[in-house]
């Protein structure tokens, strides 16, 4: 939550200097309160476990906040009950009329596939171009993080020679930027993926900033100019079994996968792999939903007017 101060107190500007969130008793004495309304567009198989990693760490802050899930209608999810996406999960079609404050979209096992031959690649185009005009700001994880960059940017995927597993060091890019606040100046974060973004492509756009990055697996969150939409490359919200499966599953599938990096001890996949990047998962979500409360209209629909008066850009 930010810190209620005195209009003109000294520590005003030494607070924001340090990117601490605050705000002044004009501000809140004009601020209504309502919960923040969040889509997470799932798209991941284990959608349960997914749902669940996410609400934990949306959870995880004193601000309300209202969720919906959300399936792909062209694609059905094979491995998820029929029962529990009837009884929990909507279609574009039943939430397009309606406005948010921010829109999570997972990763998906589909990113080895060029973008287009996707099957339901024209559907998350349409979701990715309605969350303009509907949605405050947008978390876009992993393939969805690269799905994003894609549409909206035209920046490229590149297949990697193996597959990307662990948990690896990353320093930040950007430390005064509201979604890293806080962020030691080294942290962990998982990473699972076949394909990645280059850094060079990134940095050389001028509408996109690069926070924070790994030099062993290089990019990983990146936010538009306006501090608006993100996107992590990474998966944060991973407990600390859900690589540990991946491996497995792998294994079983005959693929030999290689150990996940800095991720089982003694590199042992006997052995129980510790949680080392929890806090800073933590951090990331509750950063997030802090950054949409702070900028976010009370009035929804007036993301459809001059976004000017009321978007907050980081430049």
Not at 155 to 168: M, R, T
């Amino acid at each position: 939550m930010p810190v209620k101060i005195n209009d003109s107190l000294p520590a005003r500007k030494i607070l924001e200097s340090e990117n601490i969130f605050v705000i002044t008793e004009q501000r809140a004495a004009k601020q209504d309160i309502r919960p923040l309304r969040i889509l997470v567009l799932n798209i991941m198989p284990t959608k349960i476990e997914t749902e669940t990693q996410l609400l934990r760490l949306l959870g995880n802050s004193a601000i309300q906040v209202e969720v919906k899930l959300l399936q792909t209608a062209s694609y059905l999810s094979k491995n998820t009950p029929t029962s529990h996406l009837l009884d929990f999960y909507q279609v574009f079609e039943d939430v397009k009329g309606e406005f948010f404050d921010g829109l999570i979209i997972t990763g998906a096992p589909v990113e080895q596939l060029d973008f287009e031959k996707v099957e339901y690649w024209q559907e998350l185009c349409e979701i990715m171009e309605w969350a303009k005009t509907h949605v405050y700001s947008v978390l876009n994880i992993c393939w969805g993080a690269c799905a994003a960059l894609y549409y909206y940017y035209g920046i490229k995927k590149h297949p990697l020679e193996q597959k990307l597993s662990g948990v690896f060091s990353h320093c930040v890019a950007e430390p005064l930027h509201p979604l890293v606040r806080g962020f030691d100046d080294v942290f962990l974060a998982p990473h699972s993926r076949n394909t990645t973004v280059l850094r060079e492509d990134i940095e050389a756009h001028p509408d996109l900033k690069l926070l924070t990055y790994s030099d062993i697996a290089g990019v990983h969150i990146v936010s538009d100019i306006k501090g608006r939409s993100f996107f992590v490359t990474g998966h944060s919200e991973y407990d600390s079994t859900t690589l540990a499966n991946e491996y497995f599953r792998d294994i079983n599938r005959n693929l030999k996968p290689n150990i996940p990096c800095n991720y089982f001890p003694d590199d042992n996949p006997a052995k129980t792999p510790l949680n080392t990047w929890r806090s800073h998962a933590n951090l990331l979500f509750t950063n997030w939903i802090n950054l949409v409360y702070e900028g976010t209209p009370y009035d929804l629909t007036m993301l459809l007017g001059d976004e000017n008066d009321w978007l907050m850009y980081y430049i």
